[in-house]
């Protein structure tokens, strides 16, 4: 672990007697290096002993025989920080300032976006991190700090008045605990997610395969993706927690002449599809052959066999037929081959 020094002039000399045995998470409600600067700015008046960024970097500001401003309360039952106030036994009976007896880890985030939930780097670094401050304080101070939830706490058990959010609900105290009492984290028991009916339109061993029928359907306008499920690659459409929806899915691409079924099989993802050769679309602008199997136009004349081969560009798409360009002529969408 590789921990930055840069001291902050926002402290207490010492610690007043005290010993710590309290190690407090927070939340920046801003970036790392804002919270360094601003932590190191005497005009803050605040300061952590440590800030862990989201990538799992570590700066120490204040020194653990010091006390940081962070997360001090008051002994006058006025104030909204007043000691009285905390949810914690330890900082209620103490009736002092909680600065004196803490050690304040300040984590990169904002707790709107993440409610505290660390990134898995910013976790790992936590937690090793509070086993270096548990081994420092037991060095320093002959103590150790109890691996539990009264002394590994959030802001908010300090200061629930002023800072109900702070880390935010998602903070990983648990998996923290578990680790520091070198328990393997808690298998997560999978969430009963809703079954999910896909769409599957082919299954291929070759992935090139599969990436070609995306194409196809994506030049009908369908979003595809690509799974992996019993070593093969399926190509899937949408998926719904409603049936009908699926049904109805599929039954669009039947009608665009797609062989698919519905299955429940989530499989891995398998990213999107390499497109590299998209099916030309039939648009306006698109370069279109007249094929030379086609007989009559869609008002019902001849087709002169000097039309038959030749590419035109479309004009204009009616319901079934294409109006060239170059020949003024609706010809039936099933007699002409889009080639660009
Ligand atoms: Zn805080």
């Given at each position: 672990m590789n921990i930055i020094k840069k001291l902050?002039?926002?402290?207490?000399?010492?610690?007043?007697?005290w010993k710590p045995d309290m190690i407090v998470c927070h939340i920046t409600e801003g970036s790392y290096e804002g919270a360094i600067s601003w932590l190191t700015n005497p005009a803050s008046k605040a300061s952590a002993h440590f800030v862990v960024a989201k990538d799992g970097r570590i700066t120490q500001?204040?020194?653990?025989?010091d006390g940081s401003w962070c997360n001090g309360t008051s002994t006058d039952p006025n104030s909204k920080v007043y000691y009285g106030k905390s949810t914690l036994k330890t900082v209620r009976e103490r009736k002092t300032n909680a600065n004196y007896y803490t050690v304040s880890i300040e984590h990169e985030g904002i707790w709107a976006q993440s409610k505290g939930k660390l990134t898995d780097a910013q976790l790992a670094a936590t937690i090793e991190l509070i086993k270096y401050i548990r081994s420092e304080v037991k060095r320093i101070y002959g103590i150790e700090i109890p691996i539990d939830r009264e002394h590994i706490v959030g802001h908010y058990q300090i200061n629930p008045v002023t800072?109900?959010?702070?880390?935010?609900?998602?903070?990983q105290f648990d998996a923290i605990i578990a680790a520091l009492k070198g328990e393997n984290p808690t298998v997560q028991q999978p969430e009963s997610k809703p079954t999910l009916y896909r769409v599957q339109v082919g299954a291929y061993s070759i992935r090139a395969n599969a990436d070609a029928q995306a194409a196809k359907l994506k030049s009908k306008g369908y979003d595809t993706y690509i799974v992996i499920a019993g070593g093969l690659y399926k190509v899937q459409v949408g998926a719904y927690s409603q049936k009908a929806n699926a049904e109805a899915m599929a039954n669009r691409l039947k009608g665009d002449g797609f062989n698919c079924f519905i299955t429940t099989e989530a499989g891995t993802p398998a990213g999107?599809?390499?497109?590299?050769?998209?099916?030309?679309?039939?648009?306006?602008?698109a370069k279109v052959k007249v094929k030379n199997t086609a007989t009559k136009y869609s008002t019902g004349q001849t087709i002169p066999?000097?039309?038959?081969g030749n590419t035109y560009t479309v004009q204009q798409i009616g319901d079934g037929k294409v109006l060239l360009k170059e020949i003024v002529s609706w010809v039936n969408t099933s007699d002409v081959e889009v080639v660009g």
């Open positions: 902050s002039p926002n402290k207490y000399n010492g610690r007043n007697g500001l204040v020194e653990l025989t800072k109900p959010n702070c880390p935010g609900s998602e903070f999107n599809a390499t497109i590299t050769n998209p099916v030309p679309i039939l648009k306006v602008g066999n000097w039309v038959k």
